[in-house]
Each structure stands twice: as C-alpha cells, then as structure tokens.
C-alpha cells in the first residue's frame, strides 16, 4: 500500500480559506531537495492568524499549513544534510507560499533548514518555534546597540505569550533586570518563576499617552505595537532601544518624533521569516547556550495534532500561555 501522510492543509475555495486534516501522498508533501520526517511543530500568533485567514498569510489555493517544524531528515540530495540530521525550520515562506509544518512529512528546499545546535532536541526547538527564536533576534538587536545589562531595566511587552515569555528567559539568564507587562496579573508569579523582576498591568501601556512621559526604560521588547509600542517609546531613557517584532494590540503606531529627536531613541525592528542563515545559525546557537530549558519546559504547553484548528482561536483571544507545542503523530 502507499504511504499517506497526516497534515492540517489550508484549501482557498471561492475566496474562503477552508482547513482540515488529510492524508497526503508523497507528491503532496512539498518540493525541495530535503525530506524530513516531522516530529514537532508549534503554535504562533501567526499560525492562529492563517488559520483564521485573519489577514492574507496563506497565498496558494492548497498549502499545507504550519510556519515551525522540526524533525529528522530522510532523505537529502543537499551537500549541507545527511540522514538522520535533526533540523529545524522557522518561517522563510513556510505556511505563506510553500507547504509548512503541520504534516508528519515534508519535502522542502535545504536553503530552509538549520541545522540544531546539540543541546536542543526537537521537542525543545519547538517549543522555542518561532516565537522563541524571534525573542532571541531581539536580544541580539538590544545588544548590537550597545544595551548592557548595567544600561537599565529592559520592559518585555506581551509577556504571558510566547515571544515574550522566551524573552524574559533569555533577558534574566543574561544578567538583565527585567519588567513584564502583561494583561494576565493573575500570571505575575509564572512570569517571576521566568525571571522577570517585576509585573505591570498592560493597561498602563494601552491607552493612548503623552507624546513624552517620564523615563522608565532602558530598553524593550515589544511584540504588541499599537499605542503600547507608543508608550514605550515615550518612555524610553535618553538613547533607549526597542524592539518592534508584533502586533498583537494592532498594527497601527500611533506615536510621535519627539522621543526620537529629544530623547535620541531607536527604533528597532526584528523579522523573523527572511531572516539571513548565518543571523539563524547565530541565534540557535544563543538559544542553545543562553536558554534555560529547565524555564524553557516551565513555559510551555502541549497540543494534540488534532486540536490545532480549535487552539488557533484561543492564541488569537490571548488564551494561550507560553509558548504551545505540538507532537505531530
Ligand atoms: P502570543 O499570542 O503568544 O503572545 C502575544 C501576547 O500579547 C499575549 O499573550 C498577550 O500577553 C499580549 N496581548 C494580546 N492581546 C493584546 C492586546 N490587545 N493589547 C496588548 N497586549 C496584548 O503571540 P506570539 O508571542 O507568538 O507573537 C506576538 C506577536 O509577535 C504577534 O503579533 C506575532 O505575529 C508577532 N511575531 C512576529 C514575528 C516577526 O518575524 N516579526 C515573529 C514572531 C511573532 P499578556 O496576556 O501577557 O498581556
């Protein structure tokens, strides 16, 4: 008998995104020069916002959906893997115009893959999924600005999600004094199990404020934007630094030159999809090192293959704490 493979496939029929699970043959599993069996995938904001065609993620008729996955390669005509490599793949047009994640099996091109740091299993890599991996290329922007951890306290923003959740890890275990600011104040003991050294109430960054406050942070890492990333630009010390990777108050920023040509603030933005190879390889290997996995496991929940579609609208409500993985069996 052929072999078939489970994936959860996006199909766009009459312009409506339609998603379910199906069993795909080995010519449905995508192209490339690298076949992987998949062992885990993830859940992100971003894969909640494809599933619920929320805004145009999806740009193929029939994709397989799914922005993270990691697993073992099967088969390689690539110089750079062999059998048996464990890999992982974040982004890079994975779930947007080429298949992604959600499938037990999936052929795709080596120009995608790193290949795991030892010390990360694939369970682990997924875990981190995109999310994680992006709070790492904002640690690394921070520091490429020169932000020290005797530079000031860093505020992470969104911080029960998973870019902030893994940001905090990663911040604390660096040496910086960290504030969270989160919607969940009922989550203010998780976030200092995580190492944040303070809890704020979200509200305090959500409505719209003066066009300067008084100083507050050194540097942030915001995946909200909106009046939240206005906010904190507002109150950034003289020469603070921040980060802008999301949107998860909204995509508008509602802010004003004044910090900028008074305060001497930057502006950083972090992207995580198109993101160079060797920038990837230097971030996996960060987490590798820099990541607590003890924080890592603490922060993270899992989700049956098959509750994907349903926990696709609890990420979007902000329901979902940490970073989510999925075993995909
Ligand atoms: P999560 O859903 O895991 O986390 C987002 C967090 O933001 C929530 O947990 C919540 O934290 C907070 N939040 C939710 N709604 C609001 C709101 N209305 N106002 C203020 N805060 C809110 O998402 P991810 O961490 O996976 O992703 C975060 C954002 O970053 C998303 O917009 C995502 O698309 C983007 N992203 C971008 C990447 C890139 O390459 N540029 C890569 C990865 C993510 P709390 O409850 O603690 O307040």
Redesign the pocket.
């Known amino acids: 008998m052929t072999e078939t493979y489970k994936a959860l496939v996006a199909n766009r029929q009459n312009g409506k995104l339609a998603v379910g699970f199906e069993q795909l043959s080995a010519t449905e599993i995508g192209e490339g020069d690298v076949e992987v069996a998949v062992e885990y995938s993830t859940l992100?904001?971003?894969d909640?916002?494809a599933m619920a065609d929320a805004i145009p993620i999806v740009q193929k008729d029939k994709l397989i959906l799914g922005i993270d996955m990691a697993g073992t390669v099967v088969r390689s005509e690539s110089t750079r893997f062999k059998v048996g490599d464990k890999v992982v793949l974040n982004?890079y047009g994975a779930s947007e115009t080429h298949n992604g994640g959600y499938t037990q099996r999936l052929r795709t091109n080596s120009e995608y893959l790193v290949k795991l740091p030892a010390g990360i299993s694939t369970r682990q890599a997924m875990a981190i999924?995109?999310?994680g991996?992006?709070?790492m290329?904002s640690v690394m922007r921070l520091e490429s600005m020169g932000v020290v951890p005797e530079s000031g306290v860093v505020l992470v923003?969104?911080?029960?999600?998973?870019?902030?959740?893994?940001a905090i890890s990663l911040l604390s275990a660096l040496g910086y004094r960290v504030t969270?600011?989160?919607?969940?104040m009922d989550?203010a003991a998780f976030?200092k199990g995580l190492g944040a050294n303070d809890v704020i109430n979200?509200e305090e960054?959500?409505e719209p404020g003066e066009m300067l406050q008084s100083t507050r942070w050194a540097a942030a890492v915001d995946?909200?934007?909106?009046?939240?990333l206005a906010n904190v630009l507002s109150q950034l010390h003289y020469s603070g630094v921040v980060t802008?990777?999301?949107?998860?108050?909204?995509l508008d920023l509602p802010s004003n030159m004044m910090p900028f040509a008074l305060r001497n603030v930057s502006l950083l933005?972090?992207?995580?999809?198109h993101?160079p190879m060797p920038l990837r390889e230097q971030a996996w290997s960060r987490l590798a090192k820099d990541l607590d996995m003890a924080k890592l496991e603490a922060l993270t929940v899992n989700i049956p293959f098959e509750d994907l579609p349903a926990a696709a609208g609890k990420?979007?409500?902000?329901q979902?704490?940490?970073?989510?993985v999925v075993e995909i069996v």
Request: glycine residues 22%; charged residues 10%; contains cysteine.
């Open positions: 992100n904001y971003k909640g916002l982004g999924g995109t999310a991996y992006t709070a290329l923003t969104g911080a029960s999600g998973g870019v902030g959740t893994v969270a600011s989160t919607g969940r989550e976030l979200r960054l959500s995946s909200c934007g909106s009046h939240t802008a990777c999301g949107l998860a108050q909204g933005g972090v992207d995580s999809v993101a990420i979007l409500q902000g979902i704490r940490g970073r989510a």
